[in-house]
């Protein structure tokens, strides 16, 4: 999952930030298998928990780094709606994770990437931004091909196909209140949040459920912990050397990326439908990023 987060500087090397968006991609999705592989052993709550403590201890190393250290980075005048990020962003990956376990990294990833149409059609509503036809034609197209990835009317639809879409809306609200939080706070501050409400709400529910891991299993979870900093701190360079605008339509990639480790690792299959649907709401999801640049 690639968190939608703005945080450019003025174009400076574009095609760097895109190498490093793709490189992010396959990061990510290298940690979504690892993700799979734990939880499919251990509770997801537990997994989460301690992938989190990672994740809490490297944004608090960064803020102590940066100017004005952790008090500048966590002050904040709507600490309720960055708290509610952190646990929106938290209960996202547990119910991926879960997801990873039901369906598979293909079907997952195919119904979670239509999270940024989710955005563009709750953003007039919710941030009073102004979505046009063009892009309203968009999130339709790309809704219809999340039906036809899950099939209603065939009586194959699982249960379970529903639980990525719900990891899809509520990143997109996760998404949705980022931009509003940004428009008082600087991105170094929403970090802090996320990180840190994050750590603490997921300890407050992992240690209910906490079970010894085999020391093999250790080395995984390490691997798992690393591979989100390192995905994180690209995310940030790509951010910082280009154009949010330019990078985040080449975390798609992240899809074809997660598809084919499911594949190979997990003897997943691409059912025709999953990558018909799933290439509509790719288009789709490009194209509404395209219109938006447009637009602003």
């Not at 994740?55 to 966590?74: D, K, Q």
């Amino acid at each position: 999952m690639i968190p939608n987060v703005e945080t450019s500087v003025a174009g400076q090397d574009n095609r760097l930030g895109i190498l490093l968006m793709i490189a992010t991609t396959l990061v990510f999705s290298i940690q979504d298998v690892l993700t799979r592989h734990l939880a499919e052993s251990y509770s997801p709550l537990m997994v989460v928990m301690i992938r989190y403590w990672a994740f809490g201890l490297f944004v608090i190393v960064l803020a102590a780094r940066a100017p004005g250290g952790l008090r500048a980075a966590a002050r904040t005048s709507q600490p309720v709606i960055q708290i509610l990020r952190g646990l929106l962003l938290a209960a996202e990956i547990v119910i991926m994770a879960l997801a990873f376990i039901h369906l598979g990294l293909v079907e997952t990833h195919a119904v979670f990437t239509a999270y940024p149409l989710i955005v563009a059609a709750l953003s007039g509503p919710v941030l009073g931004e102004k979505v046009g036809w063009r892009r309203w034609s968009a999130i339709a197209a790309g809704f219809f091909g999340i039906l036809i990835i899950l099939q209603p009317g065939r009586g194959a639809l699982q249960p379970a196909a529903v639980i990525p879409l719900a990891a899809a809306a509520i990143f997109a609200t996760y998404a949705l209140l980022t931009r509003y939080a940004s428009r008082k706070d600087s991105a170094r501050t929403c970090f802090f949040w996320t990180g840190v409400s994050g750590a603490v709400a997921m300890t407050g529910v992992g240690l209910w459920v906490w079970e010894p891991m085999a020391p093999n299993d250790w080395i995984w979870m390490a691997a798992l912990s690393l591979a989100g900093l390192l995905g994180h701190w690209l995310l940030i360079r790509s951010y910082a050397v280009a154009e949010a605008s330019v990078v985040q339509p080449f975390a798609y990639m992240q899809l074809p990326f997660a598809a084919f480790l499911g594949i190979i690792i997990f003897n997943e299959s691409l059912r025709p439908n999953v990558a018909t649907g799933a290439a509509i709401i790719v288009a789709a999801g490009v194209f509404t990023l395209w219109r938006e640049r447009q637009t602003r």
